[in-house]
């Protein structure tokens, strides 16, 4: 199995914003500073190979993929689910990934959702990413962490 690709990732990130938040993203350079608060969501994965999907982005974009994914105005409403959306568009990234990468001849497990709202992107070993912006200019990043070949 060859070793996963940012343009996987892109692929998988653009797909599942449009379909499940409707909007429409470009591929582009990864942020070099992200002015806090930076939201994080985290969910861990076990198949062949074990890792974490991580999604970063900043609250105006959560707030925007909220507002999209529950067809709702932006606003406090959006804001106060934008944590939640994020979670969700994250499990679903998750399952798109896993079948893409891994298949659906191996048995698969996603765990659990997480969010954090930081001061700063943490840093931390990524084996690929993906960044895109979306249609209102904000970005959104998609890293994978996956564990060394045994």
């Known amino acids: 199995m060859p070793e996963p690709t940012s343009e996987l990732l892109t692929d998988i990130l653009g797909t599942v914003l449009q379909e499940s938040a409707f909007i429409f993203a470009e591929p ?3 942020p070099t ?4 608060p930076v939201l994080v969501a985290r969910i861990a994965f076990e198949s062949t190979r074990g890792g974490a999907l991580r999604v970063v982005t900043n609250l105006r974009a959560a707030a925007e993929i909220a507002a999209n994914m ?3 105005d ?3 409403e959006a804001d106060e689910q934008a944590r939640s959306a994020v979670s969700e568009l994250l499990n679903v990234l998750g399952g798109a ?3 893409r990468y891994f298949g659906t001849a191996v ?3 996603l765990g659990l959702p997480s969010t954090d709202v930081l001061e700063a992107a943490p840093t931390s070993h990524r084996t690929c990413i993906a960044s895109v912006r979306l249609e209102s200019g904000e970005p959104v990043v998609l890293e994978l962490d996956l564990e060394e070949r045994k």
Do not use: A
């Not at 500073?33 to 806090?36: G, L, Y």
């Open 28 to 30: 582009e350079e990864e």
């Open 97 to 99: 990934f896993l079948v």
């Open 70 to 72: 529950l067809g709702i």
């Open 33 to 36: 500073e992200w002015p806090p």
């Open 107 to 109: 048995p698969s497990q």
């Open 74 to 76: 932006p606003g406090p």
